[in-house]
């Protein structure tokens, strides 16, 4: 009897289970819902401010702000050839990461860290305008409205004590507007002397993170925690400003003191939106004549975290 019920047992599983599979089948094809609603469309003009203002991020800025033009034909550019740019790009990241990955496995006791899969996908960024600054310096200073939403696919294996471990990073979006300064102009090729890039405010970093094919980003916190240390990292990055002052004086000004302000520097034009005092540093004039150059980061008062590095240098004339 033991035997045949457990038969019997087996084919009633076998049959609930199927006969559940079609019927629940049938159910999702032919139960519609009753209580969906069609998504009610509107033009710019019919929405209330509170729609606008949450529309108000997703505007292209050349839209919104006469300042940005559009940049249409340099996003047909990158997409005709970022097939070519990808490869180039990956080829180049390889390079620059493989000495670096080289000289520091040794110190964690890892055996080896390798690029299984290199790829930044076939969705290329897009620019949402850019606005062109217009100075009495030899310089050129453009600010691109950067988004990128990417489906690379990026697999390193690491191999340590025997063990293999595959993390791989996917889905990757970049929201950014950075600053970038030609300067100075020179009347040869490429037509200026160096690049200066800088963020005007935080940019928007988000992907996916797999280990062994597990989403590491499903870890309650741990999402939060990356995307804030990303942030902090890119936007705390040293702005470097390469400009000399000098300044001619009959007599070493040992009793005075030399004032240097930093201050933000604001896109927006008007009374109410002036620039913001970041911080400050009064540096003795007797402490540079004395020790004749000095080069050294200095603490900015009223600020929490702000730094700021100077070259100072005394010279006399003979």
């Known amino acids: 009897m033991g035997f045949f019920s457990t038969i019997l047992g087996f084919c009633g599983f076998g049959v609930g289970i199927s006969m559940g599979l079609v019927i629940g089948y049938f159910l999702f094809v032919y139960l519609q819902p009753n209580d969906v609603k069609h998504p009610e469309i509107q033009s710019i003009a019919d929405q209330d401010p509170k729609s606008m203002l949450r529309m108000l991020p997703e505007i292209p800025p050349w839209v919104k702000n006469p300042d940005f033009d559009r ?45 299984e899969t290199l790829t930044l996908g076939s969705l290329p960024p897009t620019f949402q305008g850019m606005k062109v600054y217009l100075t009495d310096e030899k310089e050129l200073i453009m600010e691109p409205c950067l988004k990128w939403a990417a489906n690379p696919n990026i697999l390193v294996a690491i191999k340590a004590f025997g063990l293999k471990a595959t993390v791989q990073v996917v889905d990757l ?84 003191k030399l004032h240097v302000e930093v201050l933000s520097t604001s896109s927006r034009i008007g009374l109410l939106h ?39 240098e005394w010279r006399t004339t003979s």
């Not at 094919?213 to 990303?230: K, N």
């Not at 390469?242 to 005075?256: A, D, I, K, S």
């Not at 913001?276 to 009064?282: C, M, R």
């Open 71 to 115: 940049v249409d034909w340099i996003n047909r550019f990158i997409e005709y050839m970022w097939p070519y740019l990808d490869k180039a790009i990956c080829k180049t990241a390889k390079n620059i990461a493989k000495p670096i990955i080289e000289e520091q496995i040794p110190k964690y006791k890892i055996d080896s860290v390798e690029f």
């Open 173 to 256: 979006q970049v929201f950014a507007q950075p600053r970038i300064t030609l300067k100075p102009l020179v009347p040869s090729f490429p037509c200026f002397a160096s690049i200066y890039v800088s963020l005007m405010e935080k940019p928007h970093v988000d992907f996916g993170l797999k280990l062994g094919g597990a989403d590491l980003m499903s870890i309650p916190g741990l999402y939060r925690f990356v995307q804030e240390q990303i942030k902090d990292q890119v936007a705390n990055i040293d702005p470097r400003w390469g400009e000399e002052f000098t300044f001619m004086l009959e007599e070493p000004p040992v009793r005075e």
């Open 274 to 312: 002036p620039k913001e005092t970041l911080g400050y540093v009064d540096i003795p004039v007797v402490d540079v004549v004395n020790n004749k150059r000095m080069n050294q980061k200095f603490h900015l008062i009223d600020s929490k975290n702000g730094k700021i590095q100077l070259e100072l």
